[in-house]
């Protein structure tokens, strides 16, 4: 009796949570995203070309992107082997834009035998509107939001010390730079 070759089709875990299934793809948005990177050892599989790997890329966990651009064919699959022995490894697909590419770089993944393979939805795009490559959130777009410690970080609540920025620190040459005597005060 011959047994047909069947092909694979990844649904995603119930650990991912808030991903969908959709054509035999496991997806996660961005806020989900982040969760498999810190919390649950999921590893970055960057599938976009070298130049916009090493222009911007995910860096926080450290040492969880890598950098395997997606191609057609076996090719993909053996350099991701190579990369990642393991078919149990927990791999995160980051394309540009999370689309077609992810989808089949997820198929070729699967079909190669990986169990845990989830694609990021809008890809780097998305995930750069949100975080920023260290892993911290960024402000609402446009707006510039205050930690209350800038004046502590640069000294200019401290008297003295703003005017002595353009002097290179010597307060003595700031004051005269402003054309003042010794014993001058400056104007408040």
Not at 48 to 69: H, L, M, Y
Request: hydrophobic content about 35%; glycine content about 12%.
């Amino acid at each position: 009796m011959r047994h047909a070759r069947q092909r694979a089709v990844f649904v995603a875990p119930a650990a991912v949570g808030d991903s969908s299934t959709a054509g035999g793809v496991g997806a996660a948005d961005v806020e989900r995203t982040k969760v498999l990177l810190d919390r649950e050892g999921y590893k970055v599989l960057d599938i976009r070309a070298p130049g916009e790997f090493e222009s911007s890329r995910i860096t926080k966990p450290a040492r969880c992107s890598t950098n395997i651009p997606w191609q057609e064919g076996p090719a993909f699959a053996a350099k991701v082997t190579a990369a990642f022995p393991g078919k149990g490894t927990k791999l995160l697909i980051n394309s540009t834009s999370g689309g077609a590419d992810a989808d089949a770089a997820v198929g070729a993944l699967v079909e190669a035998g990986y169990t845990s393979v989830v694609k990021m939805e809008g890809g780097y795009e998305a995930y750069d509107r949100v975080w920023s490559p260290s892993g911290k959130r960024r402000p609402p777009a446009g707006r510039w939001v205050s930690t209350g410690k800038e004046a502590l970080k640069s000294g200019l609540n401290i008297p003295g010390v703003a005017e002595s920025y353009d002097e290179g620190g010597n307060l003595v040459a700031a004051r005269w730079a402003k054309g003042l005597d010794k014993g001058q005060e400056l104007p408040k």
